[in-house]
């Protein structure tokens, strides 16, 4: 999959497993005793096509919103891929930082400021 016009980078893991099976259901998930298991290329294809449709309704700017869903998008495989599935007030900035550190030529504070710029 070519990731040049997407915000999701490809997880390591190939398959998650997920609870919403009729959310992407016609994206062909593989069934896992009860629970519809979706590629790492289908769970970034969806979150990148529900940011691009939330950006487009609300016709944002290239700054703030558009870069928050941005990070939102690559840090939920992030999260996905190293099993962080509990907040963690503790663990929150090294978490997103490792999240920028391998998304991004930008380090946390700079995607902050794209962020807060709006």
């Known amino acids: 999959m070519d990731y040049s016009h997407n915000w999701a980078f490809e997880p390591t893991r190939t398959r998650y497993a ?17 629970q519809a298991a979706y590629t790492a290329d289908t769970l970034a294809a969806v979150l990148n096509t529900v940011a691009d449709d939330i950006l487009d309704v609300a016709d944002c700017a290239d700054e703030g919103v558009r870069d928050a869903l ?13 099993g962080w599935r509990e907040h963690d007030p503790a663990a929150a900035r090294s978490r997103l930082e ?20 709006s």
């Open 18 to 34: 997920a609870t919403w099976p009729t959310l992407v259901a016609d994206l062909g998930p593989a069934v896992i005793g009860e």
């Open 70 to 82: 941005n990070l939102l998008v690559n840090a939920a495989l992030v999260y996905l891929d190293n």
């Open 98 to 117: 490792h999240v920028a550190a391998g998304n991004y030529d930008a380090d946390l504070d700079e995607i902050l400021d794209w962020i807060n710029a």
